[in-house]
């Protein structure tokens, strides 16, 4: 049969071929053991009803309706929609594709439509790996073999799978408490009884509870980008839950040969990472790929870079330029600059910090007490390490620091300054501190000589085996092109120790050594927003903030107390001046801060750390040069100048003119760090963008050559990205599998606990006096319904009252469905919110009215779940947002409910309606 045949257009072709398909198939059109019958026309124009059935069991009827008739067969569309009341999400998944499936005959869509019936119902709702769905002309005899991949069950919920454990009810559970502490849950199956789980958080929103600069310092992507903070919960596969009530795992877990979960954190696109992506991310293996790496080089890489010829360090030719980058693909999952350190943290503590916690009741303050040694206003701005050997050695070598990797490839500039300056500190003879309880393996006269161990080297011995390891690196853009290679699927990751293997595996440890154990934050400016003004451009600029968190919160206190007793330091609470110093002392610098235990320039006027108002005075003789410089770097550091911020209190200096004497190093952090190349740096060019700047004390301005330098506010970045991000989020849908979940039932009682609740004395109680008064305010019950609504509502309403029902507390429920209001109407419901937290604003009003529960009527859209329900708060009377009222509350006092999503879970909304009031 072929209805192409037929020269006809438009409603007439559209009644051949409905008649040809009803002659055609009288006996039903079968695919993939799926069978459509009863084939006939509608009440409506160009509609077709039909039902589907498996085994002549009744699976759907379904209505199938063309858009326009006089368009068929080239430009119509079809709607697809189910007459029964109870169907599953799987059917309706499918359902709800069918108007982008575009123009097709009668007999092509029908056989579409049981053609995705069958594949859906075959991979348990999961994709196929082929897109090639179109392909079922040739291939529709080998539909038949998708029978023996699923049975009746299969058209539930729950997939059918006899080795499978997975209780939905318990994951119901969770996704909706999840929701409560205002994340988003995830679900992503791997394969028959294998799930992952993840539960993610709008990066921005990380702003909340960490320090937004502190988040620049981790990873600038959590606030420059549109991304969330994911956690991915792997190797659960046919078991859930997988605790006991002590935290323990489950024996059934164990019994099934697994050992424990595993954790990874990341940055996602979605709030989860697609299902491919999750494959790739929780394989524990990979295949090494042989790949050959031709490294160009002029010398032996072990050739000594300690020159004390300065004029032909910096005279020989540079390194020839470095090819254009290549842009990576954006990638759905990222690592960001934690992400090594949180992972070896969840996957070696966080089961054995929950076990203590539920067993012995302690909170995870007390649980993590080793780690809250510190307690202060300011959080570390990178992870540190204390001088123990083994914990440095940890650190180090098992990458509890900061990723090397991410590193390298984010802040290339910045690495190679770190480097460069640690090359000139050992070069030179000042650098101090060593990377001790490494156990590395070093080569003191070049690659033919044995390895000895570096722990017991003399400090002349170590600094020239630094020296030697570091000139042996590769230059850092090459590392970041290596390691931003696209690997194939199933392969390992590119690794630094591929680039070349003649390089000493201590030449890498010392890198890391470099980078992880400056906890400063040190990032390089390029943006108008974020430069100095006036500077010159033959300075690159970087921001500069010391790590150690008390430093920082000691500088604010003594600022404080500046501000609260000198007039003067409360209008400018801050002075600016430059500090310079010999290069060969920045390593220090860095990791340190400011100090004047060494007398460098003589001390003429008297003890502390001297700094200048105009910018040529540091730069000139104190900022000394460097005498030698690691070959492989591309700045090539010959100067360096910081931008330090005091507190506002010369008259306690030692000295005010002509420079200023700090004795106090805790009155001083540094901001900025100004480094000059030796070589010909082109001009830095930057758009000449208007920022808010600092207001500087106008007795001591800050000047280079005379003219006004200005500083950036430091919190206008900050709160300009933070807005951008929150502008830009919008919630995205929860997809199949996750829906399924919020619509599973909940919890019944044989998994309640068995214990019984204690009796809650202050409960909240249901006033019927106040809520009947209400009822003359509701609206007309609404009189549209449409099936799938009904058996929606239906089953939200039965979920609800059960919940309300098994409550030990109306008061911890904070919500109540008067039962007595319940009535014939699915449509129309009326809720009260109640037992608001003291501190909130509408708990303290409800109050001080004697208002009992905020009494509203919900209204459902006949095409609900798809469109959202309209509320109206009966009583009490808010102020509308017309007359200053909460930013829900419109002219008309109607709650609308933004963002909503098609999402289908019950206590998922209520309970997000009911924090949304209360922030209210």
């Not at 000295?655 to 805790?666: A, G, N």
């Not at 740096?681 to 005379?706: F, G």
Request: proline content about 6%; aromatic content about 10%; overall charge negative.
């Amino acid at each position: 049969m072929s209805s192409a045949k037929t020269p006809l257009k438009g409603r007439k072709r559209f009644i051949a071929d409905f008649k040809e398909a009803t002659s055609a198939y009288g006996a039903g059109l079968e695919v993939g053991g799926l069978k459509v019958k009863d084939l006939r026309t509608g009440d409506d124009e160009g509609s077709i009803l039909c039902d589907v059935t498996h085994a002549d069991k009744h699976i759907v009827s379904l209505n199938l309706i063309v858009s326009d008739t006089s368009e068929y067969p080239g430009s119509h569309n079809y709607f697809c929609f189910a007459q029964d009341e109870d169907v599953s999400p799987r059917i309706l998944d499918v359902i709800e594709t069918i108007p982008d499936e575009g123009p097709r005959s009668i007999e092509d869509i029908l056989k579409k439509l049981l053609t995705l019936f069958a594949k859906k119902l075959a991979t348990n709702g999961r994709q196929p790996e082929s897109d090639d769905e179109d392909s079922y002309g040739e291939d529709d005899e080998d539909m038949d073999g998708y029978d023996a991949h699923y049975d009746d069950d299969d058209f539930g919920m729950i997939p059918s799978d006899q080795n499978s454990d997975i209780k939905m009810s318990f994951l119901h559970r969770d996704f909706n408490e999840i929701v409560a502490c205002g994340y988003r849950p995830g679900l992503t199956r791997l394969g028959i009884g294998e799930i992952v789980l993840t539960v993610s958080l709008p990066s921005f929103q990380l702003a909340q509870c960490v320090a937004p600069r502190a988040l620049m310092a981790w990873d600038p992507r959590l606030l420059t980008t549109s991304r969330h903070f994911t956690l991915i919960i792997s190797g659960i596969r046919g078991i859930y839950p997988v605790l006991q009530d002590d935290g323990k795992l489950l024996p059934n877990f164990i019994a099934r040969g697994l050992s424990t979960v595993q954790f990874r954190v990341g940055l996602s696109s979605k709030y989860k990472p697609h299902q491919e992506d999750v494959r790739e991310l929780v394989r524990t293996f990979g295949l090494k790929v042989k790949e050959e790496v031709v490294m160009e080089t002029d010398s032996s890489p072990f050739d000594s870079e300690y020159d004390e010829n300065y004029a032909d360090e910096f005279l020989s030719p540079p390194a020839p330029e470095a090819a254009p980058e290549e842009v990576p693909e954006e990638e759905d999952f990222i690592s960001f600059s934690l992400s090594d350190s949180m992972q070896s943290l969840m996957n070696d503590r966080f089961m054995d910090l929950l076990h203590l916690r539920l067993k012995y009741g302690m909170g995870w303050a007390a649980a993590e007490t080793l780690l809250s040694e510190l307690k202060t206003d300011f959080q570390p701005l990178k992870p540190y390490v204390c001088d123990n050997k083994l914990c440095t050695y940890q650190y180090y070598n098992l990458n509890r620091g900061p990723s090397l990797e991410y590193e390298i490839c984010s802040r290339p500039q910045t690495i190679d300054l770190l480097v460069s300056l640690t090359y000139v500190a050992a070069a030179e003879e000042t650098l101090e501190d060593f990377p001790i309880g490494m156990n590395l393996m070093v080569s003191m006269d070049g690659q033919q000589s044995p390895l000895v161990d570096f722990d017991p080297l003399s400090h002349q011995d170590k600094r020239r085996a630094i020296t030697t390891l570091i000139a042996s690196l590769p230059p850092i853009l090459d590392m970041k092109r290596h390691l931003q290679k696209r690997s194939k699927m199933g392969a390992s990751k590119p690794r630094l120790q591929e680039i070349d293997r003649t390089i000493l595996p201590a030449a890498w440890s010392v890198l890391r050594w470099c980078v992880a154990s400056c906890t400063a934050h040190l990032e390089e400016l390029t943006s108008g927003e974020d430069l100095l003004k006036g500077i010159g451009n033959r300075w690159r600029q970087f921001r500069f903030t010391v790590g150690a968190p008390d430093a920082e919160a000691k500088f604010h206190e003594e600022q404080s107390r500046a501000c609260a007793t000198d007039p003067n330091a409360n209008r400018y609470p801050s002075l600016y001046a430059f500090h310079g110093s010999a290069a060969k002392n920045w390593h220090s610098i860095i990791r340190h801060g400011l100090w004047y235990k060494t007398v460098a320039h003589g001390r003429a006027y008297g003890h502390g750390v001297y700094f200048a108002k105009e910018g040529n005075v540091s730069m000139g003789s104190y900022a000394g040069s460097a005498t030698t410089s690691w070959r492989n770097s591309t700045i090539h550091v010959y100067n360096c100048v910081t931008v330090a911020e005091i507190v506002n209190l010369p008259n306690q200096f030692v000295s005010t003119t002509p420079y200023f004497v700090v004795p106090q190093t805790h009155w001083i952090v540094c901001r900025y760090l100004l480094v000059k190349s030796a070589i010909d740096d082109p001009d830095i060019v930057s758009d000449n963008v208007e920022v808010p700047v600092v207001t500087l004390d106008p007795r001591h301005p800050l000047t280079v050559d005379s003219k006004q330098v200005s500083i950036p506010a430091p919190a206008y970045k900050l709160e300009k990205l933070l807005a951008n991000r929150q502008a830009e989020y919008l919630e995205e849908d929860y997809d199949q599998d996750d829906l399924e979940i919020f619509l599973s039932e909940d919890i019944t009682t044989e998994y309640l606990p068995s214990s019984v609740p204690q009796p809650i004395t202050d409960d909240w109680v249901h006033d019927s006096d106040w809520v009947q008064a209400c009822i003359e305010h509701m609206m007309p019950a609404p009189v549209d319904a449409t099936p799938m609504a009904t058996s929606s509502l239906q089953k939200e309403l039965k979920a609800m009252l059960r919940e309300q029902e098994v409550a030990n507390s109306l008061k911890e429920l904070g919500w109540y469905m008067p039962p007595d209001l319940i009535g014939d109407n699915l449509f129309q419901w009326v809720v009260e919110l109640h037992s608001f937290e003291k501190e909130l604003p509408v708990a303290q009003d409800m109050a001080q009215q004697n208002v009992n529960s905020l009494v509203f009527e919900i209204r459902f859209p006949p095409d609900y779940p798809h469109s959202p329900p309209f509320f109206r708060i009966l009583k009490p009377r808010f102020l509308p947002f017309i007359h200053g009222g909460g930013g829900h509350i419109t002219g008309a006092l109607t709650l609308w409910v933004k963002l909503w999503r098609a999402t289908k879970g019950r206590r998922l909304r209520m309970v997000g309606r009911y924090r949304r009031v209360s922030t209210d």
